[in-house]
């Protein structure tokens, strides 16, 4: 045997050791940060890379399916949403960048120094939040960890955190306390997203963020969704609102022309954000 032949069967030999010495959280963690970073893993490639049984691998999927960091499906595990599952904040933070991009420059235009705005704990709406920052002074109710964290140290900007039941696949805090102390304020503007949009309603996968969008949506007076275009024809479970609801609808200039007609024969009031290029 050469020595680069040594020393990589001494490499894989460490690395073995070292997974075989991680117990079941450090493994979940490392389940989950893998399927986060591919989008999906195969049991048959966990069970191999892992040096654990096929038992303990379903155990850890479904412990990880569980608490909302995954979708297992046949063979293995993937982080893309379904109709009863919706993605991970670290997945969903991780998609459709431009789209989302531009439709909070889009929604920041109309934004009026000096307004209290909600914001909810989507990822289409994140960087519309860490926008404001730029325009002026406002006062940010919102029930995203992130949010709170990325605005906390703005002079400028007074943040309301809505507290309640932290959701960690969320990196939100949701349920009934949440949804209390959201309609015990009033704000002017409210910048919401949704999973899904599909025949003049829009929807999610999880009743806690439901009950949680609606209160914030029942505090303000005006109400604008923000939904890239791959939202529409898609399905979740629970109706959220329909769109007749909101005062405005933003996406981006990729949704289909049929889809646009739809809302305008619905006499929703639609804004198509424009793409960089």
């Known amino acids: 045997m050469s020595d680069s032949d040594s020393y990589r069967t001494s490499d894989r ?4 050791e070292r997974i075989i ?8 963690k490392m389940i989950a ?17 892992l040096g654990v049984s096929q ?31 919706e993605s991970n904040a670290r997945w969903r933070g991780s998609t459709r960048l431009e789209e989302k991009q531009a439709i909070c420059a889009t929604a920041l235009e109309g934004a009026e120094p000096g307004q209290a705005v909600i914001v909810d704990d989507s990822s289409t709406v994140l960087s519309f939040a860490t926008g404001l920052s730029a325009r002026g002074a406002f006062t940010v109710i919102t029930n995203s960890l992130q949010v709170i964290n990325e605005l906390s140290d703005e002079p ?13 696949s969320f990196n939100a805090f ?4 949440t949804a209390d102390m959201a ?31 609606r209160a914030l949506l029942e505090a303000a007076r005006r109400r604008v969704l923000l939904v890239d275009h791959s939202k529409f024809g898609r399905q979740a479970l629970y109706q959220l609102a329909p769109l007749t609801d909101f005062d405005a609808v933003i996406s981006d200039e990729q949704l289909p022309a049929e889809h646009q007609e739809a809302l305008r024969t619905l006499g929703v009031r639609l804004e198509l954000a424009a793409l960089p290029g």
């Open 13 to 16: 030999s460490a690395e073995a």
């Open 33 to 49: 940060d893998r399927v986060l970073h591919r989008g999906q893993v195969s049991i048959e490639d966990l069970v191999r890379d």
């Open 174 to 177: 949701v349920g009934m306390f």
């Open 21 to 28: 010495k991680l117990s079941p959280k450090e493994r979940r």
């Open 156 to 168: 400028e900007i007074q943040v309301i955190a809505l507290g309640g039941v932290y959701h960690a």
């Open 55 to 85: 038992m303990t691998v379903h155990r850890d999927l479904d412990s990880l399916e569980h608490q909302g960091w995954l979708r297992k499906v046949r063979g293995g595990a993937t982080a893309a949403p379904s109709a009863l599952f």
């Open 183 to 213: 309609r015990s304020l009033r704000a002017d503007v409210a910048y919401i997203s949704a999973s899904a949009v599909d025949n003049g309603h829009c929807y999610h996968q999880s009743q806690e963020e439901v009950l949680v969008k």
